[in-house]
């Protein structure tokens, strides 16, 4: 059996592996005023319904210095971040979904953003210093959740919010208790129903240090 991606834009679909008579390009959405380009590769939220208002959420209040986005995939949150803030970088492991947000920054010209190739508890351990001290750190990591080292590492880059973007209740319940353990405070946490009828919710939690 073959596992077969299929992604859907504003105009057309993408799929993955190449099936005959099948599109396999690129293709855009609009979110919010932004546009954003992928293909069935990379992960893209697919309830477009729920997407802008949950950007909203993730971002309400948002503005400084400096921003950092970790698991930034295609930059569905550094773009809006790149509006808000001096200076943001996004840290991505997954290549090809990099080059996805390095494009979908290039599109409205911003020179404040930079997107980074590396896995986040890597970065981390090696670079964060070197973008300290950090007025925000949104996160929105895999089912998975954070790794420990990363969590760690987080707490220890100091930025003075997070905001935990998660879609799965248990590993946000572990890595939440690492957090506040490490100093910090929660503020609100807002539910999105992405999947009706199913037990999956996408949560956005804001913290404060």
């Keep these: 059996m073959q596992d077969i991606e299929i992604a859907g834009g504003d105009k057309g679909v993408s799929v993955s592996p190449r099936i005959d008579g099948l ?3 690129e293709i855009a959405r609009n979110v919010g005023g932004e546009s954003y380009q992928f293909d069935a590769q990379s992960f893209f939220q697919i309830n477009h319904e729920l997407l802008e208002p949950l950007i909203l959420e993730a971002t309400k209040q948002a503005s400084g210095e400096t921003a950092v986005d970790l698991y930034c995939g295609v930059g569905l949150f550094t773009v809006p971040l790149a509006r808000r803030f001096a200076h943001v970088l996004g840290v991505e492991a997954n290549a090809h979904a990099a080059s996805f947000a390095r494009r979908n920054l290039d599109q409205p010209r ?5 997107i980074v190739t590396q ?34 590492g987080l707490i220890d880059l100091k930025p003075r919010r997070i905001v935990y973007v998660s879609c799965d209740p248990a590993t946000l319940a572990r890595d939440l208790r690492a957090l506040l ?12 129903d992405m999947f009706p009828q199913t037990h999956h919710v996408e949560t956005v939690v804001h913290l404060t240090g």
């Design 23 to 25: 599109p396999v390009g």
């Design 110 to 114: 911003f020179s404040n953003a930079r």
């Design 119 to 152: 896995r986040v508890s890597e970065w981390l351990q090696v670079k964060a210093s070197s973008v300290a001290p950090v007025d925000l750190v949104l996160l929105d990591p895999p089912r998975t959740g954070v790794e420990e080292d990363a969590i760690n």
């Design 181 to 192: 353990a490490g100093g910090y405070r929660l503020d609100s946490v807002a539910a999105f």
